[in-house]
């Protein structure tokens, strides 16, 4: 097997993976302890996790190391784990991963912001994203995906952190909301000044998850379309969550709306698709179908 | 010194998030004397209500909340000491004891909505991040606080929230504070089921809840 992603990227469109959280808690994941934990305790449930979206069709999964950089395990204190919880991450979505597959290294925010509104230097985001970036790259990903991203500056933090320890492709996705005045990070960044940042900083492959559902997105992955030509990624969330008073949650968006806008994301040039938060397997099955059938 | 004009020069201090120059009106206003009550009521109330109204807009983004708020702190860390050494009462719209629930350390929205309160005159004694559902209520009891704020970002952590409810209801303390839940997964529906007194989902409106639950208008 020797075809790379851009190979897959040029042939067709490529599905991601779904939400990994929602699987987690399904599978019992406890409140509040650390998702990337499970990577060394319960390796056998993250790898039935990937297992189950290959199964339904993805041609990627993406790793569980969400919250894998540095500063985010602190608040966990596994900070010095970092290395070992995401080369196990990488291990375990390769054992699960068919031939002819792919596995991306998923790379979230710090959840903390950069002086003057935060207290961190763009040094220390670069450091604790290298680490990171550096056992996923060890643990045998494919390429590293920095997603979820809310400030501009500290997408590019991550990905220098990255460039600074690896030679795999590094990908870039944003989250944007919807305001009166169109689509903006929580920062206030908006979809042109991110795109041409990273047409600037040479990052081959750009887009968007998380936060909007998948009407929203679709608007959204138009306006991109219009500013860039690089391979734009789209990660809708199945609306957002609603809990019953049973604890029971649920997503705004039922999965037959979900998958309507599937066809549209496409038309409006979306090249990898995938699924994000409130997104199951189930979802990834109905989007393979509507996609390669 | 013409007031109104000196007024306007605080709001634009405060809107451009100017720190230096709000701290230096405002101590130009204790030098001259001035009404320090009215100075807030007047201009840096007006100004950080202007700068919320921005980010309804879709103006101002969290960065220039964050200046603005800091701006209405670093002015009032100079106001307020003088008040106090003139036996002059502040106003306070009231207590608030913040803080995101145990078991979740996301704290970007909770911190945003303690400093929009404080910037709005509340006093906030900030918790911070996985806090111990009866630190709170420890807490609140210990400062006498009006309002008690719980925030949660995720599906598993809002149950806290409800939790807390309950404790309060098992210690007979429910009524006693006011309870205000926000976090991305939590909506109005589940704020009345679980028998929250108050709900926001932004700081914004946070604010305007808290003032209401407080039988404050403006």
Not at chain 1, 3 to 16: G, H, P, T
Not at chain 1, 18 to 35: D, V, Y
Not at chain 1, 268 to 284: F, Q, S
Not at chain 2, 31 to 44: M, R, T, W
Request: proline share 4%; charged share 25%; hydrophobic share 40%.
């Amino acid at each position: 097997m020797s075809a790379s992603i851009f190979d897959l990227i040029k042939e067709r469109i490529v599905l991601l993976d779904g939400g990994m959280g929602t699987e987690l808690i399904r599978h019992g994941f406890p409140q509040g302890a650390c998702p990337e934990s499970w990577n060394v305790e319960k390796p056998e449930t993250v790898k039935k996790i990937h297992t189950s979206y290959f199964e339904a069709g993805s041609d990627v999964v993406l790793t569980n190391s969400f919250g894998g950089n540095k500063i985010k395990l602190l608040s966990h204190n596994l900070a010095d784990k970092c290395y070992e919880l995401n080369r196990a991450a990488a291990i375990i979505a390769n054992e699960a991963k068919p031939a002819g597959k792919f596995v991306a290294g998923s790379m979230g925010p710090t959840g903390k912001f950069l002086k003057p509104h935060g207290e961190f230097t763009p040094e220390e985001f670069e450091e604790a994203y290298a680490e990171q970036a550096k056992g996923l790259s060890d643990g045998g990903v494919d390429f590293l995906l920095i997603e979820t991203q809310y400030d501009l500056q500290e997408a590019l933090c991550a990905w220098r952190g990255a460039q600074q320890v690896t030679d795999l492709p590094i990908f870039v996705t944003m989250t944007f909301n919807r305001h009166p005045r169109g689509f903006f990070t929580l920062m206030g960044n908006s979809v042109e000044q991110c795109l041409k940042t990273f047409e600037q900083e040479g990052i081959p492959v750009v887009g968007t998850n998380c936060t909007l559902n998948s009407a929203d997105m679709v608007d959204l992955v138009k306006i991109m379309r219009e500013k860039t030509e690089l391979p734009l990624i789209a990660q809708a969330n199945a609306g957002k969550p609603s809990v019953s008073e049973e604890g029971e949650v649920s997503y705004a968006q039922e999965i037959d709306d979900y998958v309507s806008y599937i066809p549209q994301m496409v038309e409006n040039g979306a090249n990898i698709i995938g699924g994000c938060c409130g997104t199951n397997p189930d979802y990834i099955k109905r989007m393979a179908d509507i996609l390669f059938k | 010194m013409d007031k109104q004009q000196f007024f306007e020069q605080i709001k634009k201090s405060v809107i451009e998030g100017n720190k230096e120059e709000a701290v230096a009106l405002a101590k130009k206003a204790t030098e001259e004397k001035l009404d320090l009550n009215e100075v807030i009521e007047k201009g840096y109330v007006p100004a950080i209500q202007e700068v919320g109204d921005l980010w309804e807009k879709g103006e101002y983004f969290l960065p220039e909340l964050i200046t603005s708020a800091e701006c209405m702190k670093a002015a009032m860390g100079i106001l307020q000491p003088e008040l106090a050494k003139a036996n002059i009462p502040t106003k306070s719209c009231g207590k608030v004891v913040i803080g995101t629930v145990e078991g979740d350390i996301h704290d970007i929205g909770k911190n945003l909505v303690a400093s929009m309160l404080g910037a709005n005159g509340f006093e906030v004694v900030d918790l911070g991040a996985d806090v111990k559902l009866d630190q709170f209520i420890k807490k609140a009891q210990e400062e006498n606080a009006d309002l008690i704020c719980l925030s949660a970002l995720l599906t598993t952590t809002m149950l806290g929230q409800k939790k807390l409810i309950e404790m309060l209801k098992e210690k007979n303390l429910y009524g006693q504070f006011k309870v205000m839940v926000g976090g991305a997964p939590v909506n109005r529906q589940w704020a009345e089921n679980i028998g929250a007194d108050g709900y926001a989902d932004n700081a914004i409106t946070a604010v305007e809840e808290a003032k209401k639950l407080m039988g404050i208008t403006s």
